[in-house]
């Protein structure tokens, strides 16, 4: 009897304690990473809350916290955090985002008609930008420009766009480059065009796409010589990706990164669970992470915690 009493006291202690750390907090840890258990000397590095909506209500992390807020729409209204900022977000009628202004004077504000909206950042008296963008009837742009109010109404960049009659683009272009693409019968990138102006000088790169008979993707080449591989599963889900400068990266079979290497022999590797979400991160300069998820009964995540591992 004694000896249940004892665990029982025990086992609340243990959860008083696991419920009750605080960002920050450092102490032993057990995790499980591809099936093996392991212990680490951690820190409670950030917590992310969330509503049970899945918006994303509070972070507390180390260095910084922040508060967000939605309305009924689930569309973000307000946010606050610890470094000062406050932002305040406006929308219409259809939901699209109207208006955004902080305190420190920063305001956006956004117009919309047919096939045309408008965007404006204003941060007077230090500069005032728009940007309008032209669309055609699938909402494809056509035609950007960016323009500084403050250098009365001089225009920044101008960009246009063409597409064929499957909605693909296949023509982009502005004063410094130019972009061509061609397409199969089946809609697939066969060959990417890239002209551009640098240092008064004409540079062109062409590149070439190869597929496999189930229409994915395998391989491309360069005119500079710059080549990439990709390898599927049997279910068609990538597998494995890597070019001729030294990057590679691996995929699980849903598609989740689980290891990669840049050209400079920087890795990383990664672990999920059942949902897709990572619970470990790891690279080859001896950074660690594990995450811990919480669910509402709804199955929507209530908090995520991010555990960052110790160095002796």
């Keep these: 009897m004694k000896r249940n009493i004892f665990f029982i006291i025990l086992l609340i202690f243990i959860n008083q304690f696991i419920f009750s750390q605080k960002v920050g907090t450092k102490f032993l840890k ?21 509503d049970s909506r899945g918006n994303k209500i509070a972070i ?20 606050k955090s610890s470094d000062g900022l406050e932002i305040w977000y406006e929308y219409d009628k259809d939901g699209k985002n109207f208006t955004y202004k902080d ?17 404006i950042l204003n941060n007077e008296p230090y500069y005032k930008q728009t940007e309008e963008h032209y669309l055609d009837n699938n909402g494809n742009d056509i035609y950007v420009k960016e323009t500084d109010v403050e250098l009365g109404e001089e225009t920044i960049s101008e960009n246009w766009y063409e597409y064929d009659q499957n909605g693909n683009i296949v023509h982009a272009y502005n004063a410094f480059s130019e972009t061509l693409i061609e397409y199969d019968l089946t809609g697939r990138r066969i060959k990417l065009i890239e002209k551009k102006i640098v240092d008064g000088k004409k540079e062109e790169k062409i590149s070439n796409y190869d597929y496999d008979d189930n229409g994915k993707l395998i391989h491309l080449i360069r005119t500079d010589g710059y080549e990439q591989w990709w390898e599927y599963y049997a279910s068609g889900v990538k597998k494995n990706y890597k070019d ?7 995929y699980n079979e849903i598609e989740k990164e689980i290891y990669s290497k840049n050209s400079n022999n920087f890795e990383t590797w990664h672990e999920y669970n059942t949902d897709g979400e990572i619970i470990y991160y790891k690279t080859n300069n001896d950074f660690e992470c594990f995450y811990i998820y919480d669910y509402y009964p709804n199955g929507k995540k209530r908090t995520v915690k991010e555990f960052r591992t110790i160095k002796n």
Aim: proline letters at 0%.
């Design 30 to 50: 057990h995790f499980e990473v591809n099936g093996v258990k392991v212990a680490r000397n951690v820190q409670l590095f950030e917590i992310d809350k969330y």
């Design 60 to 79: 507390d992390c180390v260095s910084f916290s922040e508060v967000s807020e939605y309305d009924e729409n689930n569309n973000l209204i307000h946010q």
């Design 103 to 119: 305190n420190y004077g920063m305001y956006t504000e956004y117009e919309y008609k047919t096939n045309y909206y408008k965007w």
């Design 244 to 250: 001729n400068q030294g990057a590679e990266k691996r």
